[in-house]
């Protein structure tokens, strides 16, 4: 019998499946049926934003698929260009709008855009959507330590996520560390470093498939789920979505673990969260 995804707590006592799916870079025509797979293959947890141009096609799929709204666990993102009060609440209306929800299980800041400098506004009014009950829980996408601080300082809410970009390349050791000290679960986008960095030809992720008899995405999927992080691997091909689902059934020796974490080499796929606007 296939083992249940396992779930974590986050620090306002809501639980997230550790394992889902992602949504980025799904084209918006494909998204209804590429959504609808996942569900089939399993998942229940999905990652979309704003910014993806996808929330309808995640919520048609969703509300297609008649599972129960409890079995699931959606989340999306403010993006950049609405960040402040008023344009926060209204950007959190239009995407419950397109995914056809009454309320999320989460929602983030998609990048602290220190240059706006709004991200304490915007988490200010991200308290009040939570408050209204229409956000279960909230949280950070791209907060380095400085953004974190400032929140912590000036905010009364300690974000419940944060999402980071994170694969064994680009693990980001000072705010993994730093978040998980203050109850904030980590996160990683880019689980498989995009198909960018070669992680899938590492010495360290071939030996582990080998001895386990898996692919090396299935691999780097029990690396991260094995090391505490929160994952969505993105794949339009189902036959994927189905190999990065299938995890649940081997577990890494804790040197397979310390290996695949050699493979740390500061190697970002994706932006910097100082700069990208
Ligand atoms: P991933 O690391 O999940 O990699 C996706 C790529 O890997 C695709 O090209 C996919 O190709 C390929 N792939 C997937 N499964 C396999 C497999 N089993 N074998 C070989 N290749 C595979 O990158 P993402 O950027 O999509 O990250 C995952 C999710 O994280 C996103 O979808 C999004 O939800 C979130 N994210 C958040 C960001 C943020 O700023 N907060 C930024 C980026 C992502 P194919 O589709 O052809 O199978």
């Known amino acids: 019998m296939t083992k249940p995804v396992p779930t974590?707590?986050?620090?306002?006592?809501?639980?997230?499946?550790?394992?889902?799916?992602?949504?980025?870079?799904?084209?918006?025509?494909?998204?209804?049926?590429?959504?609808?797979?996942?569900?089939?293959?399993?998942?229940?947890?999905?990652?979309?934003?704003?910014?993806?141009?996808?929330?309808?096609?995640?919520?048609?799929?969703?509300?297609?698929?008649?599972?129960?709204?409890?079995?699931?666990?959606?989340?999306?993102?403010?993006?950049?260009?609405?960040?402040?009060?008023?344009?926060?609440?209204?950007?959190?209306?239009?995407?419950?709008?397109?995914?056809?929800?009454?309320?999320?299980?989460?929602?983030?800041?998609?990048?602290?855009?220190?240059?706006?400098?709004?991200?304490?506004?915007?988490?200010?009014?991200?308290?009040?959507?939570?408050?209204?009950?229409?956000?279960?829980?909230?949280?950070?996408?791209?907060?380095?330590?400085?953004?974190?601080?400032?929140?912590?300082?000036?905010?009364?809410?300690?974000?419940?996520?944060?999402q980071i970009e994170l694969h064994p390349a680009h693990q980001q050791p000072e705010v993994t560390a730093f978040s998980r000290a203050h109850g904030i679960q980590v996160e990683a986008w880019g689980p498989l470093g995009q198909g960018k960095y070669p992680l899938f030809e590492a010495t360290a992720v071939a030996v582990a498939a080998e001895a386990h008899g898996a692919t090396p995405a299935q691999v780097i999927i029990r690396w991260h789920l094995q090391t505490g992080n929160i994952v969505f691997p993105k794949s339009n091909r189902r036959e994927r979505m189905a190999e990065n689902f299938d995890v649940l059934g081997f577990e890494l020796s804790p040197s397979e673990v310390a290996a695949i974490s050699a493979l740390e080499r500061a190697g970002r796929v994706g932006g910097d969260p100082n700069t990208v606007e």
Do not use: C, M
């Open 8 to 162: 974590l707590t986050l620090n306002d006592g809501h639980t997230i499946p550790q394992l889902g799916f992602g949504v980025f870079k799904v084209d918006p025509p494909a998204t209804t049926r590429i959504v609808t797979d996942a569900l089939e293959v399993g998942y229940r947890h999905i990652d979309t934003a704003a910014a993806y141009g996808n929330e309808a096609g995640v919520g048609d799929a969703l509300a297609n698929s008649g599972i129960d709204r409890a079995e699931l666990f959606v989340t999306t993102k403010l993006y950049n260009d609405r960040q402040g009060t008023q344009s926060a609440f209204d950007a959190f209306d239009e995407s419950l709008e397109k995914l056809g929800l009454d309320y999320v299980d989460l929602y983030l800041i998609h990048w602290p855009s220190p240059a706006q400098d709004r991200y304490v506004e915007s988490w200010k009014a991200l308290e009040q959507i939570q408050a209204s009950g229409r956000a279960r829980s909230i949280g950070v996408s791209n907060f380095l330590v400085p953004h974190l601080k400032r929140l912590f300082g000036e905010t009364d809410v300690v974000p419940a996520v944060n």
